[in-house]
């Protein structure tokens, strides 16, 4: 065994100036790409009643000069936001154009209640779907907010996201068996993902605000106030929807660095979901990133489960399908081919997987490939005093099985911003051509390309986090259904 320890990975902000934190950088340098031109619009449209538009677009205004900070003693973990606005390090502002603003009617609304649950959600989507649908018929903005309406807030089983101004997800305390990794997507209803579902045929990416984003109160007159999904500071929930609206508008924030000697590398995450409709079938799925962050999704053929084996793989042919598939949308995105492949899998390779994808990877005249396994590790490991080990501890047990904390005391924060023992990554090394150390950093890297938090420590690269978020739209797509290739459209 080996104990390790890599060093908090910088990015890439304006003017290529590096930082090791997203809220610091971004003040001090502004977004990756601002460069030198004049400041920008997010031309955007807002879908909800008239008392959660003027709530939201109130905020949205006192927001533009600042947000203070809140009283701590880990100043770097709760920074004041510091605006959005021609002035601000984002250079940019928002244009809410009147005619691109559309009131839901009080009537219909109230018709809800009457409704069976399943009733009223379906009725719900196609409600704000219409009027979204509306928006991009007369107008086409960068992004459309929907302020939820109480009355169709009670329709939504989800937690809130970050952006949403939900604080970071704790660990779970429980280990979750192989086919839990895999298939994190049931087959209950919600609706905020049914409605990113419903209008990704309109190619308009949209931004879900809850109530108590902007209004604090709102949490607690839903009845909600138990501490389930507790709700960040003000200065914090800024943060995160001003850049996750930034990013919707096709802006990039910031990217993980990387050496001009490195190969050009194509990180991508491959993962399954479940259909709606109970049976034992999943979709297949790739997310595809550069070093950039810059990302497109592929859809797969659809994956019969074994009796034998609850953990779905793919075929031989279906692995050569996904990943020849992936290869190609990354040129085309891109504009170039990548010279070596990073594949991250929650589940173990069968040799028939193995071979599809180094088929692949040998058609497309690639020099080098890795293939990992990353899950969460049982084992801990523990440090003298209060606070658990460093992020970026790493324990290598032999050549292809390490532990490596991506969640874990930092010090920039000076703490651990967790509420439990926080868990590693394991990573099983199934076919490697670079070494596990260098692998280890790529992995530590991608975590902190998280568009919806701006808090660094995230648990997951982005290659596996972001399959839940798309794998939870996407249940709710039909077979010859459009799919989006950006991010932006799932988050």
């Known amino acids: ?75 770097n973990l709760f920074p004041s936001f510091p605006g959005f606005g021609d002035e601000s390090p984002f250079r940019t502002d928002f244009d809410f154009d009147a005619s691109l603003c559309r009131v839901l009617p009080a009537r219909d609304l109230r018709a809800l209640a009457q409704q069976s649950h399943y009733k009223a959600l379906f009725d719900g989507v196609e409600m704000v779907a219409s009027e979204i649908r509306a928006i991009t018929e007369h107008g086409r903005p960068d992004v459309v907010l929907i302020a939820l309406p109480p009355e169709l807030l ?165 692995a050569f399908a996904l990943i020849d598939h992936a290869l190609k949308e990354y040129r085309k995105e891109h504009k170039h081919s990548p010279a070596r492949l990073v594949l991250h899998k929650s589940s173990n390779y069968n040799a028939a997987e193995l071979e599809g994808f180094n088929r692949a990877v040998d058609e497309q005249g690639l020099e080098t490939a890795d293939f990992l396994v990353i899950t969460k590790a049982s084992a801990k490991l523990f440090r003298e005093g209060r606070y658990p080990p460093l992020r970026g501890t790493m324990l290598s047990l032999d050549s292809r099985n390490h532990l490596l904390y991506t969640r874990g005391s930092v010090p920039y924060y000076a703490t651990y911003a967790g509420l439990y023992v926080p868990r590693p990554l394991k990573i099983q090394i199934a076919q490697g051509d670079e070494s596990p150390r260098k692998l280890a950093e790529e992995i530590l890297a991608l975590t902190k390309l998280n568009w919806n938090n701006t808090q660094f420590d995230g648990g997951m690269p982005i290659t596996l986090r972001v399959a839940r978020d798309v794998g939870k739209v996407l249940k709710y797509v039909r077979a010859d259904g459009v799919v989006q290739p950006k991010y932006s459209f799932y988050m």
């Not at 610091?24 to 004049?38: M, N, R, V």
């Not at 990794?181 to 990704?200: C, I, P, Q, S, Y």
């Not at 479940?274 to 297949?284: G, I, P, Q």
């Open 154 to 318: 009670g329709l939504d089983d989800e937690e809130e996201e970050d952006s949403d101004g939900k604080a970071s997800s704790p660990e779970p305390q429980e280990r979750k068996s192989a086919e839990d990794e895999e298939l994190a997507f049931g087959t209950d209803l919600d609706l905020r993902n049914m409605l990113k579902a419903e209008v990704m045929k309109f190619g308009q990416p949209i931004q879900i605000v809850l109530p108590a984003t902007y209004d604090p109160a709102a949490k607690a007159r839903s009845g909600n106030a138990d501490g389930k999904g507790r709700l960040q500071d003000e200065a914090t929930r800024a943060w995160n929807i001003h850049t996750a609206l930034y990013y919707k508008a096709n802006y990039r924030p910031w990217r993980i660095t990387r050496n001009y000697s490195d190969l050009k590398t194509c990180f991508v995450g491959v993962s399954f979901y479940r259909s709606l409709d109970k049976a034992n079938l999943v979709t297949s799925m790739a997310q595809v990133y550069d070093e950039r962050g810059e990302g497109v999704i592929v859809r797969g053929k659809p994956v019969q489960l074994s009796k034998d084996d609850p953990v779905p793989h793919l075929s031989s042919a279906d």
């Open 1 to 75: 065994m080996k104990l390790d320890f890599i060093e908090e990975p910088e990015l890439e902000f304006g003017g290529l100036r590096r930082h090791v934190d997203i809220r610091e950088g971004l003040k001090q340098f502004g977004p990756l790409d601002i460069g030198d031109s004049a400041p920008r619009r997010i031309r955007a449209g807002i879908v909800g009643t008239k008392q959660t538009m003027d709530g939201l677009q109130q905020w949205f205004e006192r927001c533009r000069n600042g947000v203070a900070a809140k009283a701590s003693k880990q100043p």
